[in-house]
């Protein structure tokens, strides 16, 4: 990396974090950070700290110890500015059931303060489909569309750090394609993506970063092509490993 | 100017929520009517019972129409985790609670206006002579029992028992709001001298002000995990 590059680039990250659930060390000393132009698949088994890890850089969880940082800040002293420039989907949508789709994002649209918010609007639903669907109430919607619109409401403020938890839960094929398509060109955008996915081979195709998290631990964090991914106990689809 | 157009934005989502389900309103106002028109039923209405019984007959009414209300409140927010969602904008979380207490409060008051105006009828008694200082004993006693139960709905919508919850954890503090309010109302509807109400609104203002104020400063906590 070239020196002064961090400053160069906006960095999101976590530094020696532990986070506790009562007895059970969810995360244990983590340390990490994203990058503006970075895209990152984070990979793990269920419980390895994945949900926990991405909540605690969207400003949704304190860590028990270790700092979050944003641009080298603890967002704890001021997250105002990391909210600002996060997105992010979970596995709940965040969306209320009795508002329409448009309603939704131009409720979350008014609190992040959005000037042009109607025009904003109308480019995340075009950019997920859901123009024919905008008055439709979120509670009427499938699973699908809600989480097409749970996307929408995220890209909405044009974040530059956009963190998704299992983004293609319930996409049909042409969504998934459409989406992956969008998510490839977030860091040509100057935009850092961090996301999971329980398909490693749909996550390769759009992540160059992996980050490999077990027991709350990371395993990895590199370059997906140097990937040990039979220490890592990956498969590959082509059966393939780095390690053979 | 910013943090007023986010306490409004947050305030006409829940009254847009409410007229698209009108739960929350409906069951105050039903449940109060019930409590009120049950105690009507069990006592007799002549003027001395009325001056010593609708006062705390009024209060209760509003006090369990009000958890009700507040529960509601909530579980809208619960759904899909909405609380949540609204804590990812960067917008101070003491904004989200002026917003929701203002929902609540006017929620609370439209129904304590329905509860009175049928007590009125039912228990044969005009509130018109001390009408200022009632509206200004409910306006206090209602905004501190708003605050609290807007805290204390926020607190109880993350446990498992949530409904019983909030009734626990708020009726042991929001009983002082009540006593005052019961008194000071006695004392209006009665018509007592000028310094016994003063001082009775003072007290209720007083505590409801301190309780709204600490809802205000701790609702950050209450939204962390």
């Known amino acids: 990396m070239p020196p002064g590059d961090h400053i160069a680039k906006p960095s999101l990250e976590v530094r020696n974090v532990t986070k506790f659930f009562g007895d059970l060390a969810a995360l244990k000393e983590v340390t990490l950070g994203i990058r503006c132009g970075e895209s990152a698949l984070l990979y793990g088994p269920n419980g390895a700290g994945k949900t926990t890890l ?12 270790g700092e979050v940082l944003f641009g080298g800040e603890n967002i704890e002293h001021d997250g105002t500015r990391a909210k600002s420039a996060v997105g992010f989907v979970s596995h709940a949508t965040f969306l209320y059931g009795e ?5 939704n994002l131009q409720f979350i649209g008014r609190l992040f303060g959005l000037s042009h918010l109607e025009k904003r609007i109308d480019a995340a639903l075009e950019m997920f489909d859901m123009r024919a669907r905008e008055g439709v109430f979120a509670r009427d919607l499938s699973r699908g569309l809600q989480q097409r619109a749970s996307l929408a ?9 956009v963190i998704l938890d ?3 839960t319930g996409l049909d094929h042409q969504s998934v394609k459409k989406l992956s398509d969008l998510l490839q060109r977030l860091p040509e955008q ?3 993506l961090l996301f999971s996915t329980h398909d490693f081979e749909q996550g390769a195709a759009i992540a160059s970063r992996l980050i490999a998290l077990k027991a709350g631990r990371v395993r990895y964090s590199g370059t997906l092509d140097s990937a040990p991914f039979k220490s890592l ?3 590959r689809a082509n059966g393939r490993t780095h390690d053979e | 100017m910013n943090s007023l157009k986010i306490i409004w934005s947050i305030l006409l989502k829940d009254l847009r929520v409410e007229w698209r389900n009108r739960e929350t309103l409906a069951s105050m106002c039903v449940f109060g009517l019930l409590i ?5 039923f069990a006592f007799e209405s002549a003027r001395e019972e009325t001056l010593r019984l609708l006062p705390a007959v009024l209060w209760v009414a509003i006090a369990f129409a ?3 209300g507040f529960n509601r409140s909530f579980s809208s927010e619960r759904e899909n985790d909405c609380l949540e969602g609204m804590t990812l904008a960067p917008v101070d979380p003491s904004m989200i609670f002026v917003g929701k207490m203002l929902a609540n409060l006017l929620f609370l008051g439209i129904a304590e206006v329905v509860m009175a105006f049928f007590a009125a009828l039912w228990f044969n008694f005009s509130f018109l002579p001390a009408l200022g200082q009632l509206l200004l004993i409910a306006f206090f006693g209602t905004l501190g029992y708003a605050a609290l139960g807007t805290i204390f709905g926020a607190i109880a919508a993350n446990t498992r028992m949530r409904e019983v919850m909030l009734t626990v954890l708020q009726f042991p503090i929001a009983f002082w709001i009540l006593i005052f309010s019961i008194d000071a109302t006695s004392n209006a509807m009665r018509g007592n001298p000028e310094g016994n109400w003063l001082a009775g609104v003072g007290r209720v203002g007083g505590i409801s002000v301190v309780f709204t104020v600490a809802s205000f400063l701790l609702f950050e906590y209450v939204l962390e995990e």
């Open chain 1, 190 to 192: 100057g935009k850092a």
């Open chain 1, 166 to 168: 299992e983004p293609f």
């Open chain 2, 36 to 40: 009120v028109f049950l105690f009507n």
């Open chain 1, 233 to 235: 106990g990956i498969v």
């Open chain 1, 99 to 103: 508002l329409t789709v448009r309603e």
């Open chain 1, 153 to 161: 409401r995220a890209f909405l403020h044009d974040p530059n750090f």
């Open chain 2, 66 to 68: 009000g958890v009700l």
């Open chain 1, 54 to 65: 991405m909540r605690m850089l969207a400003s949704l969880a304190r860590p028990s110890s």
